[in-house]
């Protein structure tokens, strides 16, 4: 079994806020009602005074205002699904995991369009609440463990915040250039290892410039 990350590894972007400002610009109110707030949380997150996984969850919050929720998200990948990497469709399994921090709602599409297994971080759209722990970072290895799944055979991520999962694979791989490169991953020698708790203490990064 192959397991894969997904934002910055397989597909080239963040999907999360790719699919936020394409909601924002079919629903403008957005851009005043939602927008500050994000912005607000994010000098908050810099500063300390909110987690990583609250900032999160205040930012999926945008899934509780878009009601045509089930239209908009087909929409996105109907245009968004031909940006998925080349290097992973020339070589995709049936028994592929895809493993992200991104909600259900958004991977789960894409990854029955691909016909391969995934798994997400459970946000309720309703009550805008997590159902289970952020899939990031050492959870994405618990997860693993927890399930019992067969040996991995190889892992590919953008971050090396998913190291604690690249150490469950026989083999990792390093994604870079917005899902073009595929290197080995790094040794982790203390250098490196300083580079993982910045990763996986600072969390992910947000960039706001997406295509429609």
């Excluded at 019992?148 to 250039?177: Q, R, W």
């Amino acid at each position: 079994m192959n397991v894969y990350d997904f934002d910055g590894t397989i597909f080239p972007s963040d999907c999360s806020i790719g699919f936020c400002i394409w909601c924002m610009n079919r629903h403008p109110r957005l851009w005043f009602t939602f927008f500050p707030k994000t912005v607000r949380n994010l000098i908050l997150r810099k500063k300390g005074k909110m987690t990583e996984a609250q900032m999160q969850r205040k930012f999926f919050g945008y899934l509780t205002l878009v009601d045509d929720f089930d239209e908009q998200i087909q929409r996105y990948w109907d245009k968004n699904e031909k940006k998925i990497a080349p290097w992973y469709l020339a070589q995709k399994r049936p028994d592929d995991l895809i493993i992200s921090a991104s909600p259900t709602c958004i991977i789960e599409p894409i990854a029955k369009r691909l016909g391969v297994q995934f798994m997400a971080t459970e946000f309720d759209r309703e009550y805008g609440i997590y159902l289970n722990n952020m899939m990031y970072a050492k959870e994405k290895a618990k997860y693993i463990i927890d399930q019992g799944f067969p040996m991995i055979e190889n892992f590919y991520s953008d971050s090396l915040a998913d190291t604690p999962l690249a150490l469950c694979a026989e083999k990792a791989h390093l994604v870079k250039d917005k899902a073009s490169t595929v290197v080995d991953w790094p040794a982790l020698d203390a250098e490196t290892m300083k580079k993982v708790k910045r990763k996986i203490d600072t969390g992910w990064n947000i960039h706001l410039k997406e295509e429609e």
